[in-house]
């Protein structure tokens, strides 16, 4: 996984799941807001981002992830993906954080830091912690709920 700063202070990262696999390539998985691309009444709507053999540049942080307990790597690779695209993109609102540089969201709102953390419980369980001295991770803590990667959520 991966972070990459915006400007507040101490400064916000956005996170990217990168799955390196010496078969199948690079693939990065991330949530973005939507801008006029999907249409202007699917405006700032959180969807699933994803891009093949190219690493994001500007990462500050990298944080390895490990399987959770009776998982391969592959598996859990393949679960990422497999969930990532169920995602029921274009439902939910995209949000900013309290008083728009806050460190968390308000409760029931997302951004793509919950949408990662939302991913990774969909397939761990959990919410890893992750460590981020020096940075925000405002949406961290408030993962998007399982059913957006079920492709169950209702427009």
Request: proline share 10%.
């Amino acid at each position: 996984m991966a972070g990459y700063v915006s400007w507040p202070d101490p400064p916000d990262l956005h996170f990217s799941i990168i799955i390196d696999d010496a078969y199948s390539g690079i693939t990065v998985i991330d949530g973005q807001p939507t801008f006029t691309e999907a249409g202007v009444g699917n405006f700032k709507l959180i969807r699933t981002n994803k891009y093949e053999n190219s690493l994001p540049g500007g990462a500050k942080v990298r944080i390895p992830l490990n399987p959770p307990a009776g998982m391969s790597r592959q598996e859990f690779a393949r679960k990422l993906i497999e969930n990532s695209q169920r995602f029921a993109s274009y439902v939910a609102p995209y949000s900013a954080p309290k008083n728009v540089r806050g460190s968390q969201m308000r409760s029931g709102e997302y951004n793509s830091s919950s949408y990662v953390a939302g991913l990774l419980k969909s397939v761990m369980g959990y919410v890893p912690l992750v460590p981020t001295p020096g940075y925000q991770a405002p949406g961290w803590e408030s993962p998007m709920p399982e059913y957006y990667y079920k492709g169950e959520a209702i427009r």
